[in-house]
């Protein structure tokens, strides 16, 4: 299994303003990354119909809401 590496810091600031800005749409590793899970779970998640993508062309995308919204929905369930 591949090791998440950090995003560059330039992905999450606004060059006009310097602070940090949440984009809209994030790529697979990112996502992970973000979730701090695999790529492969990530995988799972979304042909399992529980993280939505975007596709743009042949990109696949994430909403960061969709992953806020994942998360909210995990939140005090009980682990199993």
């Known amino acids: 299994m591949s090791e998440n590496k950090p995003l560059p810091d ?3 600031r606004n060059p006009r303003e310097g602070q940090p800005s949440i984009p809209l749409l994030v ?3 990112e996502a992970a990354s973000l979730l701090n ?3 492969r779970t990530l995988d799972f998640l979304m042909r399992e119909g ?3 993508a975007v596709r743009i ?3 696949v ?3 960061t809401r ?3 919204d994942y998360c909210a929905s995990k ?5 199993a």
């Open 61 to 63: 995308r994430l909403r």
């Open 10 to 12: 330039h992905q999450n």
């Open 27 to 29: 790529t697979r590793r």
């Open 66 to 68: 969709d992953l806020e």
């Open 75 to 79: 939140a005090g369930r009980p682990m």
């Open 37 to 39: 899970i695999g790529v």
């Open 50 to 52: 529980e993280l939505p």
């Open 57 to 59: 062309g042949k990109a």
